[in-house]
């Protein structure tokens, strides 16, 4: 982890409160500990046990107010010499005598996007629904908070149920509300729609570049302006979609990348008829099944779902209830 600071080991903010930073480190522990597989292919035992020392040195710093203020007066300093001026316009990633890049200019690295057309959960387009989608974050973050989670799947029995519009509304309620960093990854590759939501050019790389080892992942991901929200697009179709989402490096990917973000939500296949579904299973901490009102049997659900087997399916969105409102209910 050389260049990280000790909030960056923790993955929070230089304003994070106590109860921030006591949420992180634990979260820091199940991710490193003996008894998680995570990073087992990127980091050897004797790395991670590197990395277990340096996460428990940033929090006997952080949590303790004076040792706190004194580590911040030293990172001030170190990050005032690297830059040549003591004035900066956001927080910085910085260890003295190492070095850094500022948040902000990673930031503009990311192309950034605009939506075509205003998500249905801004208060301005539909107060209620926005409001339905505050609280399945909320019972997300309490999951998270309990048991360490970080990367939810997003699914349904079958296709046309909404999986992709809940992703994206989900996803933006949880950066814009809740300023957490997010990132959605398309993984639905034999059918991808996440670039009919986005105003963006469809000569970049994205999710199928990344899986088939010809892109880099930072490099095949955009920013919805003015948030924290993050897409990996697919760009394209891809017929053999579970040899890719198969291969070692679609788990490396995810592994990594929950380091880099609060939250990743993959936009993923229906489980019925494809095999892709049982696959993503296996990485993900939980999934989210999408069904549409009025239109999706009980029976077929009842199939979808047992066919994952002993799959951590932690909630149910109701998609399309009868209401006088808009299309979209939860």
């Given at each position: 982890m050389n260049g990280k600071n000790f909030y960056d080991l923790l993955d929070v903010m230089p304003d994070a409160t106590a109860e921030e930073i006591d949420a992180a480190y634990k979260r820091a522990k199940a991710t490193y500990g003996e008894s998680s597989v995570a990073l087992y292919s990127l980091y050897s035992d004797d790395e991670k046990d590197v990395i277990l020392e340096e996460i428990n040195d940033a929090y006997a710093t952080l949590s303790q107010e004076a040792k706190?203020?004194?580590?911040?007066?030293?990172?001030?300093?170190?990050?005032?010499?690297?830059?040549?001026?003591?004035?900066?316009?956001?927080?910085?990633?910085?260890?003295?005598?190492?070095?850094?890049?500022?948040?902000?200019?990673?930031?503009?690295?990311?192309?950034?996007?605009?939506?075509?057309?205003?998500?249905?959960v801004t208060d301005t387009q539909n107060p209620l629904i926005g409001e339905q989608y505050r609280v399945l974050y909320t019972k997300l973050e309490h999951l998270s908070l309990k048991n360490s989670y970080k990367c939810f799947a997003i699914t349904s029995s079958v296709k046309g149920?909404?999986?992709?519009?809940?992703?994206?509304?989900?996803?933006?309620?949880?950066?814009?509300?809740?300023?957490?960093?997010?990132?959605?990854?398309?993984?639905?590759?034999?059918?991808?729609t996440l670039m009919t939501y986005i105003n963006v050019q469809s000569n970049s790389t994205?999710?199928?570049?990344?899986l088939s080892g010809n892109a880099e992942p930072m490099n095949s991901i955009i920013q919805i302006e003015e948030t924290g929200l993050y897409i990996m697009p697919a760009r394209r179709h891809q017929e053999n979609s579970t040899k890719l989402l198969g291969s070692q490096r679609f788990s490396n990917l995810i592994k990594t990348l929950k380091y880099e973000f609060d939250y990743i939500l993959l936009d993923s296949p229906p489980i019925l008829p494809l095999a892709d579904m049982g696959i993503i299973s296996r990485v993900v901490d939980g999934l989210i099944l999408v069904v549409r009102a009025g239109k999706t049997p009980k029976d077929i659900v009842t199939k979808a779902t047992a066919s994952l087997n002993n799959s951590n399916i932690i909630g149910t969105v109701l998609n399309g209830a009868d209401m006088p409102m808009k299309n979209y209910y939860y």
């Amino acid at each position: 982890m050389n260049g990280k600071n000790f909030y960056d080991l923790l993955d929070v903010m230089p304003d994070a409160t106590a109860e921030e930073i006591d949420a992180a480190y634990k979260r820091a522990k199940a991710t490193y500990g003996e008894s998680s597989v995570a990073l087992y292919s990127l980091y050897s035992d004797d790395e991670k046990d590197v990395i277990l020392e340096e996460i428990n040195d940033a929090y006997a710093t952080l949590s303790q107010e004076a040792k706190r203020d004194a580590y911040d007066a030293a990172l001030s300093v170190a990050s005032s010499e690297g830059s040549g001026s003591s004035a900066h316009s956001g927080p910085e990633r910085a260890v003295p005598g190492k070095a850094y890049v500022p948040e902000t200019e990673v930031r503009q690295l990311i192309p950034q996007v605009s939506l075509k057309n205003p998500p249905v959960v801004t208060d301005t387009q539909n107060p209620l629904i926005g409001e339905q989608y505050r609280v399945l974050y909320t019972k997300l973050e309490h999951l998270s908070l309990k048991n360490s989670y970080k990367c939810f799947a997003i699914t349904s029995s079958v296709k046309g149920e909404g999986k992709t519009i809940t992703s994206l509304n989900l996803g933006y309620v949880m950066a814009n509300d809740f300023k957490k960093k997010v990132l959605i990854i398309e993984c639905d590759l034999r059918r991808p729609t996440l670039m009919t939501y986005i105003n963006v050019q469809s000569n970049s790389t994205g999710t199928v570049d990344v899986l088939s080892g010809n892109a880099e992942p930072m490099n095949s991901i955009i920013q919805i302006e003015e948030t924290g929200l993050y897409i990996m697009p697919a760009r394209r179709h891809q017929e053999n979609s579970t040899k890719l989402l198969g291969s070692q490096r679609f788990s490396n990917l995810i592994k990594t990348l929950k380091y880099e973000f609060d939250y990743i939500l993959l936009d993923s296949p229906p489980i019925l008829p494809l095999a892709d579904m049982g696959i993503i299973s296996r990485v993900v901490d939980g999934l989210i099944l999408v069904v549409r009102a009025g239109k999706t049997p009980k029976d077929i659900v009842t199939k979808a779902t047992a066919s994952l087997n002993n799959s951590n399916i932690i909630g149910t969105v109701l998609n399309g209830a009868d209401m006088p409102m808009k299309n979209y209910y939860y």
